[in-house]
Nanobody, 125 residues
Framework: VQLQASGGGLVQPGGSLRLSCAAS????????MGWFRQAPGKERDFVAA????????RYSDDVKGRFTISRDKAKNTVYQQMISLKPEDTAVYYC???????????????????WGQGTQVTVSS
């Protein structure tokens, strides 16, 4: 399984970015795809996830209403649209693939077995 994350960059507070995660190497029909982030000196935290089959989503409270996760089955790609970005959103963002699970389990680290290389998002004026 290969996961290629892209779309990070430097943006001003209040700005927007869209992250992409292109996936290959396995069937995703029974998968969950997630975005996690890790700021310097902090643990990796859950951000958002989507169940590939039925597009059920889950978000952390920090990003609810500002971030939107989606998937394009034809392109085997997951997106994360981020708006109203804040300096505290600054982190390396990782996409991950795991097994299909119930909604309440989508935020669990141990659901995900495959991880991409990360893309840096910096929110600063």
């Amino acid at each position: 399984v290969q996961l290629q994350a892209s779309g990070g960059g430097l943006v001003q507070p209040g700005g927007s970015l869209r992250l992409s995660c292109a996936a290959s190497g396995v069937s995703f029909s029974s998968s969950s795809m997630g975005w996690f982030r890790q700021a310097p000196g902090k643990e990796r935290d859950f951000v958002a996830a989507i169940r590939w089959g039925d597009a059920t989503t889950r978000y952390s409270d920090d990003v609810k209403g500002r971030f939107t996760i989606s998937r394009d089955k034809a392109k085997n790609t997951v997106y994360q649209q981020m708006i109203s970005l804040k300096p505290e959103d600054t982190a390396v963002y990782y996409c991950a693939r795991g097994r299909s699970v119930a909604w309440y389990a989508l935020s669990r680290n141990d659901v995900y077995d495959d991880w991409g290389q990360g893309t840096q998002v910096t929110v600063s004026s």
